[in-house]
């Protein structure tokens, strides 16, 4: 293997004009009533997935015992497949 040339694959500096600009390429830190908002968010969708589960949670059974039934079928099917 040949060695590397100097400086390939190095991030390359940036321009000196764009020095004074390197505060703007950072996102700004995030504010008390931005926490505050993303709290409110987490608490409302922890809120609508329990209420879901609630409401669903008898169709939710109901529905995997057929998909139980399915997995089992498909798993005989490509036992039986592979046999031949």
Same mark, same amino acid.
């Given at each position: 293997?040949?060695?590397? /040339? @100097? %400086?390939?694959?190095?991030? #390359?500096?940036? +321009? *000196?004009? #764009?020095? *004074? +600009?390197?505060? !703007?390429?950072?996102?700004?830190?995030?504010?008390?009533? %931005?926490?505050?908002? #993303?709290? /409110?968010? !987490?608490? %409302? @969708?922890?809120?609508? *997935?329990?209420? =879901?589960?609630?409401? =669903?949670? +008898?169709?939710?059974?109901?529905?995997?015992? =057929?998909?139980? *039934?399915?997995?089992?079928?498909?798993? @005989?099917?490509? %036992?039986?497949?592979?046999?031949?």
């Amino acid at each position: 293997m040949r060695p590397k /040339e @100097l %400086g390939k694959g190095r991030r #390359r500096a940036r +321009d *000196a004009d #764009r020095s *004074a +600009d390197l505060d !703007t390429d950072r996102p700004a830190a995030p504010t008390e009533l %931005g926490e505050e908002r #993303r709290k /409110e968010k !987490t608490v %409302g @969708l922890l809120f609508l *997935a329990l209420l =879901f589960a609630l409401i =669903f949670w +008898d169709a939710f059974w109901f529905l995997s015992k =057929f998909l139980l *039934a399915f997995v089992i079928v498909y798993i @005989l099917y490509l %036992g039986l497949r592979s046999r031949s």
